[in-house]
Nanobody, 126 residues
Framework: VQLQASGGGLVQAGGSLRPSCAASGFTSNHYTIGWFRQAPGKEREGVSFLRNSDNKRVTADSVKGRFTISRDNAKNTVYLQINSLQPEDTAVYFC????????????????????WGQGTQVTVSS
């Protein structure tokens, strides 16, 4: 089971990026997928989640309206569309997966996930 995150980059404020998380060794739509980010000197935080049991999407209030999680089953890939990027979005973005169908409160917990990608850097210049 592997997750490969990519699609980060350096953009100006107001721009968009779409990091992707490619799954191998398992079928991603059977798993709950989470996107987390970690800024320098800060703890890793959850930003958006896609639950396997009902395809429910949950997004952090702090980024709601700008971040959208989606899945392409044919490519076995999950995406995080990020619009209106702001300097405070600068972080390493990680995707994570678990076969469990988590209750909402557990989606946010790092310990809920069994597999992690290596992260992709998003840098937003002002």
């Amino acid at each position: 089971v592997q997750l490969q995150a990519s699609g980060g980059g350096l953009v100006q404020a107001g721009g968009s990026l779409r990091p992707s998380c490619a799954a191998s060794g398992f079928t991603s739509n059977h798993y709950t997928i989470g996107w987390f980010r970690q800024a320098p000197g800060k703890e890793r935080e959850g930003v958006s989640f896609l639950r396997n049991s009902d395809n429910k999407r949950v997004t952090a209030d702090s980024v709601k309206g700008r971040f959208t999680i989606s899945r392409d089953n044919a490519k076995n890939t999950v995406y995080l569309q990020i619009n209106s990027l702001q300097p405070e979005d600068t972080a390493v973005y990680f995707c994570a997966a678990t076969k469990r169908s988590l209750i909402i409160s557990s989606l946010w917990a790092i310990a809920s996930y069994d597999y992690w990608g290596q992260g992709t850097q998003v840098t937003v210049s002002s």
